[in-house]
């Protein structure tokens, strides 16, 4: 059964911080690692990993994945209130479709 | 493109009747999810399709949940009979193939009284 583990459950920073939030997983037959930020509703689409060492980046937030060691990290600099949300990564295998998500970080960041 | 609607947006009703959610994936998408998120379980996999053939349904919790695709435009995710423990926001996802992000719904928040 894949599995994710996301860390630390939740962390709160003032503005200005950078943060770095914590993916580990295991599954058979990896296909890909995507992050989804979520506020009040749907989880939205942030970056999708499927190459080691190759950093995805948009804007103040950036992702890079591990394969080696099994783990990703999403960055995020310079943060702003707007950033707070919890942050989620799911993985994919080569089996089937669907994702299986982590337990999520929530970020609360602070004026 | 209006992305994936769900209704209801809440949904509140006793314990035993029959609850049935609604999906409308984005249009040209051709797998279809259905998740549920609860505070302790997190987003949990309960049946996903795939040009509305159902793939995989390990993750429906018991014979009181059942999901249909009829189109390609519709899904449906029915509980019938509705327990207390139900209570969950049910979202609802497409995906333009089978290696495309997942878009999600706003999601229906249940509440079984």
């Known amino acids: 059964e894949d599995k994710v583990v996301q860390s630390p459950l939740s962390l709160v920073v003032h503005e200005g911080d950078t943060v770095t939030l914590n993916c580990s997983y295991e599954?058979?037959?990896?296909?890909?690692l995507l992050w989804y930020k979520q506020e009040k509703k749907a989880p939205t689409f942030l970056f999708m990993l499927?190459?080691?060492?190759i950093e995805k980046k948009s804007g103040r937030l950036s992702s890079i994945l591990d394969k080696k060691e099994l783990f990703s990290i999403l960055n995020i600099t310079a943060t702003q209130t707007g950033d707070s949300a919890v942050y989620l990564c799911a993985v994919r295998n080569n089996a089937g479709n669907m994702l299986t998500f982590g337990g999520g970080t929530r970020l609360m960041v602070k004026p | 493109d209006a992305g994936v609607i769900q209704s209801p947006r809440h949904e509140v009703t006793e314990m035993g009747q029959e609850v049935t959610l609604r999906c409308k994936p984005i249009s040209g998408h051709d797998y279809l999810f259905w998740y549920r998120q609860t505070m302790m379980r997190g987003l949990e996999l309960l049946i996903y399709f795939n040009n509305n053939v159902p793939i995989d349904d390990s993750g429906m919790p018991e014979d009181r949940f059942s999901a249909k695709m009829p189109n390609a435009s519709f899904s449906t995710l029915k509980i019938q009979p509705s327990e207390p423990r139900d209570s969950a926001v049910y979202f609802c996802a497409s995906s333009l193939a089978g290696a495309s992000p997942l878009h999600f719904g706003n999601g229906t928040r249940l509440t079984v009284t």
């Open positions: 499927t190459s080691s060492g």
């Open positions: 599954v058979t037959n990896f296909r890909s």
